[in-house]
């Protein structure tokens, strides 16, 4: 399995958001030794925000576009294809002001492109080519925003997530919710992180299971496949 990991806090040491996912990504590994791991932590390498010369050249037809469109280009058509080359990914980051971080919102509009990560279909709909990707969102919240508290209708991350990579063919995200952290005394603290934790591992147990399988069936595959050939040249 190839995994993406992005994290996206502008803390260090002190994130919750980077300390869950090292966590999630050890999991996993344990579960998947064959584990591959592209990482990016766009809070050092933001992608650009989009400016005019952008958002001018995305929608221009790739056959039309000048040198000058292409380099501008250039580090967004990368990051799609490292993206669209992961098996799974996993993005890791803190709720600020009830949304996602500056730094994340410029690898979203990075990685949604025409053409590239989403298309359209005979029909006119929009075909996302994220699907079948796994997807795992592990995200740090000072307040509680889970269904029933005060503040759970202020939670405007999760509906942002669930629509931009929806719309890029992601149906069904997993969420992890570590909350509430900064607001809350140490023992509620703990206690968030603790089911954090317990949630992480149950999904990193899910998706080893899986990518281990799935090793097995390609190389049942790749055996056939050889004594095939070895009776051919018999």
Same mark, same amino acid.
């Given at each position: 399995m190839k995994l993406m990991h992005v !994290?996206?806090?502008? #803390?260090?040491?002190?994130?919750?958001?980077?300390?869950?996912?090292?966590?999630?990504?050890? %999991? =996993?590994?344990? +579960?998947?030794?064959? =584990?591959? $791991? !592209?990482?990016?932590?766009?809070? $050092?390498? /933001?992608?650009?925000? $989009?400016?005019?010369?952008?958002?001018?050249?995305?929608?221009?037809?790739?056959?039309?576009? /000048?040198?000058?469109? #292409?380099? %501008?280009?250039a580090a967004s058509d990368a990051l799609c294809q490292r993206v669209l080359a992961a098996d799974a990914l996993v993005f890791a980051?803190?709720?600020?002001?009830?949304?996602?971080?500056?730094? &994340? #919102? /410029? &690898?979203?509009?990075?990685?949604? %492109?025409? +053409?590239? /990560?989403?298309?359209? +279909?005979? !029909?006119? %709909?929009?075909? +996302?080519?994220?699907a079948g990707k796994k997807v795992l969102f592990i995200t740090s919240r000072g307040a509680d925003l889970r269904p029933g508290s005060p503040y759970a209708s202020m939670d405007a991350l999760t509906p942002a997530l669930n629509a931009a990579f929806g719309f890029l063919g992601v149906a069904a995200p997993a969420f992890v919710d570590a909350q509430p952290l900064q607001f809350a005394n140490q023992e509620a603290r703990a206690e968030a992180l603790e089911r954090a934790r317990d949630e992480l591992s149950a999904v990193a147990a899910s998706w080893a299971n899986s990518a281990n399988a799935a090793s097995h069936a390609n190389n049942a595959d790749a055996a056939q496949h050889e004594d095939a050939d070895s009776e051919m040249t018999q």
């Open positions: !994290d996206a806090s502008a #803390k260090r040491e002190r994130s919750n958001s980077r300390a869950l996912s090292r966590f999630f990504v050890e %999991r =996993l590994r344990a +579960g998947h030794p064959d =584990l591959e $791991v !592209d990482y990016l932590d766009v809070s $050092v390498d /933001t992608p650009s925000h $989009v400016d005019e010369a952008f958002a001018i050249a995305i929608y221009a037809a790739p056959h039309e576009r /000048t040198p000058a469109m #292409k380099a %501008r280009l980051m803190p709720m600020y002001n009830w949304s996602m971080p500056s730094a &994340f #919102k /410029t &690898f979203v509009d990075a990685i949604s %492109r025409a +053409g590239v /990560t989403y298309k359209h +279909g005979d !029909d006119g %709909r929009i075909v +996302g080519q994220l």
